[in-house]
């Protein structure tokens, strides 16, 4: 009987420790990721089926809750201008000089013809605060040891509903990501490279989407050319009339 009861305590001590061990790893993700604010200057490649296109964008955040971002080229798209508040998101058009409320359905089209959709600037992409974590095993990627993820997410309605990471353990970043919905449906695959050391914490400068629901275009790349972390960034940036100067 006391080897039994011996036999329990040791299994619930350790799923307790393996619990707590995944969401340490989540939290030190947070910690490399996402600071109190930032200031990113970026490039969007978008590889369609006949040649790509580049959009380069400077964006100013503030945690994840809240940004704005300034398209700079080319030129048919410099000017226009993207607010984040919360669950609210609003595009201002320089060609039609008109300001948009993106909601419902509009949010799941496309980003530019990329393989980001306006839910994916919509979400509040701290991991520890919407999805609790299992360590599913160890894989080997890019030459580095890494867990393995499986990610649930806390509420309903949260866009990708499952996730699966894989995590080098020498730097607790994510290489390879795949999002999930509800169905267990295969949605999108992300991978993260060009992994630099800023300041006292690691940053990928280039980062691959691929929608796999979208068969047109191969894929598209988000390409950091400056990032500038724990900013002084004005209040009056993440206002509507932000938007329009």
Same mark, same amino acid.
């Given at each position: 009987?006391?080897?039994?009861?011996?036999?329990v305590l040791m299994i619930l001590i350790s799923a307790g420790l393996w619990s707590e061990t995944a969401d340490e790893i989540l939290r030190?993700?947070?910690?490399?990721?996402?600071?109190?604010?930032? +200031? +990113?200057?970026?490039?969007?490649?978008?590889?369609?089926?006949?040649?790509?296109?580049?959009? &380069? *964008?400077?964006?100013?955040?503030?945690?994840?809750?809240?940004?704005?971002?300034?398209?700079?080229?080319?030129?048919?798209?410099?000017?226009? %201008?993207?607010?984040?508040?919360?669950?609210?998101?609003?595009?201002?058009?320089?060609?039609?000089?008109? *300001?948009?409320?993106?909601?419902?359905?509009?949010?799941?089209?496309?980003?530019?013809?990329?393989? #980001?959709? =306006?839910?994916?600037?919509?979400?509040?992409?701290?991991?520890?605060?919407?999805?609790? &974590? @299992?360590i599913e095993g160890e894989e080997t990627l890019l030459d580095r040891t890494c867990w393995v993820l499986k990610l649930i997410a806390k509420e309903a309605g949260t866009t =990708? =509903?499952?996730?699966?990471?894989?995590? &080098?353990?020498?730097? =607790?970043?994510?290489?390879?990501?795949?999002?999930?919905?509800?169905?267990? !449906?295969?949605?999108?695959? @992300?991978?993260?490279?060009? +992994?630099?050391? @800023?300041?006292?914490?690691?940053?990928?400068?280039?980062?691959?989407?691929?929608?796999? #629901?979208? !068969?047109?275009? %191969?894929?598209?790349?988000? %390409?950091?050319?400056?990032?500038?972390?724990?900013?002084?960034?004005?209040?009056? @940036?993440?206002?509507? &009339?932000?938007?329009?100067?």
């Amino acid at each position: 009987m006391k080897t039994v009861i011996l036999t329990v305590l040791m299994i619930l001590i350790s799923a307790g420790l393996w619990s707590e061990t995944a969401d340490e790893i989540l939290r030190r993700i947070d910690d490399n990721l996402y600071s109190d604010s930032q +200031i +990113i200057s970026s490039r969007m490649v978008i590889e369609g089926r006949r040649g790509s296109r580049e959009i &380069a *964008t400077r964006t100013w955040s503030h945690g994840s809750s809240d940004s704005f971002t300034e398209y700079l080229s080319p030129p048919r798209e410099a000017g226009t %201008k993207m607010l984040k508040l919360g669950d609210k998101l609003w595009i201002y058009d320089k060609n039609s000089d008109r *300001t948009i409320q993106m909601s419902g359905h509009l949010l799941r089209q496309s980003v530019n013809g990329s393989d #980001l959709s =306006y839910e994916d600037f919509m979400e509040e992409n701290i991991y520890q605060d919407r999805y609790t &974590a @299992v360590i599913e095993g160890e894989e080997t990627l890019l030459d580095r040891t890494c867990w393995v993820l499986k990610l649930i997410a806390k509420e309903a309605g949260t866009t =990708y =509903y499952q996730r699966k990471l894989w995590v &080098a353990k020498d730097i =607790y970043m994510p290489l390879k990501e795949e999002l999930y919905g509800e169905s267990g !449906t295969l949605l999108k695959r @992300v991978e993260f490279s060009d +992994i630099r050391k @800023v300041k006292d914490r690691w940053y990928p400068y280039e980062i691959f989407y691929k929608d796999i #629901l979208n !068969t047109k275009g %191969k894929g598209t790349t988000l %390409k950091i050319d400056s990032i500038d972390l724990d900013a002084e960034i004005p209040e009056c @940036v993440f206002s509507k &009339a932000s938007l329009r100067k």
